[in-house]
């Protein structure tokens, strides 16, 4: 090899060296700030939750349901003191969160002792196995979902309330199961939900990113062959900005609890790189416009944080125009995870559509 061939090398490698030093440097940077940000927003005063126990609620009952497929669900009842005639309520959970989402929901209604509430774990969340078949699609978490109602709701009228891929769910069940509506299930509440927006916002991401990602969003479910562990073990590493992320993308307040974002970090973070990346795809290719119709014989509430960048009101809005009998409440300052942000309002108005719901089914 020549002197002048072996100096280029040399350049080309020293270049090489310099440039991931560089990278190296910002990274080490970037994560140092993160982490001061972190510390900063944890250790910031005013925190109102900063002594709640987030976690596991007490329950009269949970069993396991196994659907159709083989994946075993968990569901976990709450039984009333008084619930003759009244509807049971089925809460469905969103994407990457667990049935912890709809925590001060729980503590709510279970104060409030009238009706049966249920609780389960989405496939491939929280305590559910993952998916037997597969088949990481809307469509089947609609049958999973009747799976649930067979096994906990075997008669009596019903009131199924989903948040965001929740909210999908309820629709993917409509459109398989649309006899269910007016007969047994009489009452809807869509939470921070799309019926088939997605593709337009990118799951709500900044315009110039959307773009620049949007070829890449069909293929994303072959995310998991670069390996689930190597996915898993760089989420780690980046819990700081995943939290940062969390706290931008989930909230609407500029200052949130920083008990409450830890609270959905950690739902995030124990959701495994397979069922986040194979569910992807699904969510952007999902429409259920005409499973609205479904949904047409029955009172349906409709609630949406206005700071929701995930799911903005914009998708609440196009609901309302395939179902312009349903309610629509916007909830200030609020985003994506309105029900643990704006527990308060969203108590109001669950509690109040499930009464007058309750009083009507009784009449």
């Known amino acids: 090899m020549s002197t002048a061939r072996s100096s280029r090398r040399a350049k080309r490698v020293g270049l090489v060296g310099a440039v991931v030093g560089v990278a190296a440097a910002g990274l080490a940077t970037a994560f140092a700030v ?3 940000l972190v510390r900063k927003s944890l250790n910031a005063p005013g925190d109102p939750y900063r002594d709640e126990e987030f976690g596991e609620q007490p329950f009269d009952s949970e069993l396991t349901v196994t659907a159709a497929d083989g994946t075993d669900l968990h569901v976990e009842i709450v039984e009333p003191g008084t619930a003759a005639g009244r509807p049971t309520v089925v809460f469905v959970h969103g994407f990457a969160l667990d049935m912890g989402t709809f925590y001060f929901q729980r503590q709510a209604m279970s104060r409030h002792g009238r ?22 699609d809307i469509a089947a978490l609609g049958k999973s979902l009747a799976a649930i109602l067979d096994a906990t709701v075997p008669d009596g009228p019903i009131i ?14 409509a459109e398989q199961y ?6 047994r299930v009489t009452g809807v509440v869509l939470i921070s939900t799309s019926a088939g927006l997605i593709d337009k916002t990118k799951l709500g991401v900044p315009t110039l990113v959307a773009r620049a990602s949007a070829p890449f969003f069909p293929v994303w479910t072959g995310a998991t062959r670069i390996g689930g562990n190597v996915i898993d073990r760089a989420r780690i590493a980046s819990a700081d900005l995943a939290w940062l992320l969390t706290r931008r993308y989930g909230f609407g307040d500029s200052r949130p609890s920083p008990s409450l974002v830890t609270f959905v970090e950690q739902m995030n973070s124990k959701t495994s790189a397979e069922t986040l990346t194979k569910y992807l ?3 952007y290719s999902h429409n259920r416009f005409p499973a609205l119709s479904a949904l047409a014989g029955v009172p349906v509430l409709v609630l949406v944080g206005t700071k929701d ?3 903005p009101v914009t998708h609440s809005e196009e609901i309302l125009r395939h179902l312009p009998e349903a309610q629509l ?4 300052n ?24 309750s009083m009507e089914n009784n009449s």
């Open 334 to 357: 609020s985003g994506h995870v309105v029900m643990l942000e704006k527990a308060d309002d969203v108590n109001e108005a669950l509690l109040s559509f499930v009464d007058k719901l």
């Open 115 to 136: 009706n049966r509430l249920v609780f389960y774990d989405q496939p491939g969340h929280g305590r559910s196995s993952r998916l037997r078949s597969g088949n990481y």
């Open 329 to 332: 409440v916007k909830i200030d």
């Open 34 to 36: 993160e982490r001061a």
């Open 309 to 311: 960048y995930l799911t």
């Open 281 to 283: 795809h699904t969510l």
């Open 160 to 173: 199924l309330v989903g948040h965001s891929m929740g909210g999908m769910t309820i629709m993917a069940f």
């Open 178 to 183: 649309p006899e269910w509506f007016g007969r």
